[in-house]
């Protein structure tokens, strides 16, 4: 299983009033986390994009377990959970600076083409990738 790891540094302008990350802003550090492992893999999701595939997510599970705050450093960790061709479903650990744990997450994506939401066998589109993230998977 091959694991991706992202650095973000928090910025103020994640925080909320109470001075920990607002929750919306660990969906935008797992697109990051995403990309990287795409990216380590090989790949570029907007080589994908080119050529009008996206991949929208369709169920998402997030749980915190400890706030992040401005001027640590989280640490994303991408990995892909499940894949069979067709839907993908990434996993994410998100640490705080001293290395505690602070969210789990997974989101389940399919890839569609973008002008008619369409489902596409990624499997037979894009070989290659399918076989990347066989070997790659958990």
């Known amino acids: 299983m091959h694991v991706s790891k992202k650095e973000i540094e928090v910025r103020y302008a ?5 001075g920990v990350v607002y929750h919306a802003n660990y969906l935008v550090w797992m697109e990051l986390g995403r990309t990287k492992l795409i990216q380590d893999l ?5 080589g994908m994009e080119e050529q009008g595939i996206i991949s ?3 169920d998402l599970d997030i749980s915190y377990k400890k706030p992040l705050r401005y001027g640590e450093i989280a640490t994303v960790h991408t990995w892909i959970e499940a894949y069979n061709g067709l839907k993908s479903i990434y996993g ?6 001293t290395g505690d744990l602070a969210v789990t997450a ?9 002008d008619s ?9 894009f070989p290659d990738w399918h076989e990347a993230y066989e070997k790659a998977k958990k």
């Open 14 to 18: 994640e925080t909320d009033q109470m």
């Open 92 to 97: 994410y650990e998100i640490f705080n600076s």
């Open 42 to 46: 090989g790949f570029s999701y907007a």
């Open 106 to 114: 997974t989101s389940s994506h399919v890839c569609v083409q973008k």
């Open 117 to 125: 939401f369409r489902p596409v066998k990624f499997k037979k589109l």
């Open 56 to 58: 929208p997510v369709i």
